[in-house]
């Protein structure tokens, strides 16, 4: 099967994609792109999957083992062991892929161009409030990128009308900046909705980016196209597959 990759506009001629779960070699809940290692997917199908990836960006691929954290790595060539624990990942070596894994959390995908700067995050709620998309923009201009020029690009992730949370996790954004509020709207009874996507938005431009914008992409509510932990869960699924977002210079 073809694999299906969504790429955006603005971030062009860099290239990069948002890979779908469309075209991969796995099977049952993890059918399709699962290129998910930690995952209890076949080793053998997840390998494959990461191949036809690599071979679609013409290059090595990089990833990390991921901790919702707001640690940034900045690499120069493929590892030669075990990934580094991380959330986000610079590179100014051209022909080095950087690849980022999600399933509902933001896949963020960064270029400034001008300065050949990449870099590529995965920012979840904590990781988004723990700061891992000013980090990722930080690591960026100490390689010699202009944060007024460099371009971030949020892809598929869960939207606000999929995501429904508890008291506790609204207490925990309003402690952090009582503004936070407005990340949120009603839900059912004293749940409520969270916006994960306008927070990265807000986050990316009081950072200074010179652009952020959002593929439209909603994992949870595209099981043909995307991989949602969420939708797993709420499924019964003993475990469930991660898209991967990729770039490169």
Excluded at 78 to 101: F, K, Q, R
Aim: with cysteine.
């Amino acid at each position: 099967m073809t694999l299906r990759v969504l790429t955006s506009d603005v971030l062009a001629p860099v290239c990069h994609g948002f890979f779908t779960r469309k075209g991969g070699a796995s099977s049952g809940v993890f059918a399709g792109l699962n290129c998910g290692a930690g995952s209890s997917d076949q080793s053998e199908a997840v390998a494959t999957n990461r191949a036809r990836v690599s071979e679609h960006m013409g290059g090595p691929l990089v990833s990390l083992h991921q901790t919702h954290s707001n640690k940034v790595v900045t690499v120069g060539a493929p590892h030669s062991g075990p990934p580094p624990e991380a959330d986000g990942i610079v590179t100014t070596t051209p022909g080095l892929v950087l690849g980022i894994l999600s399933a509902d959390c933001q896949p963020v995908l960064f270029a400034d161009p001008t300065a050949g700067v990449v870099g590529a995050a995965h920012a979840g709620w904590k990781g988004t409030m723990d700061g891992v998309l000013e980090a990722t923009v930080d690591a960026m201009e100490a390689q010699g990128a202009e944060r007024e020029k460099i371009i971030a690009v949020i892809g598929p992730s869960i939207s606000q009308r999929a995501y429904e949370v508890g008291p506790e996790f609204l207490d925990r954004f309003l402690d952090d900046d009582p503004d936070n509020q407005r990340f949120f709207t009603g839900g059912q009874k004293d749940r409520v909705q969270f916006d994960l996507i306008s927070y990265g938005l807000y986050r990316l431009r009081k950072a200074g980016v010179g652009h952020a914008e959002w593929t439209g992409h909603c994992t949870y509510s595209d099981p043909e196209s995307f991989f949602s932990y969420r939708r797993a869960t709420h499924a019964g699924d003993a475990d469930y597959g991660r898209l991967i977002s990729t770039i490169r210079l």
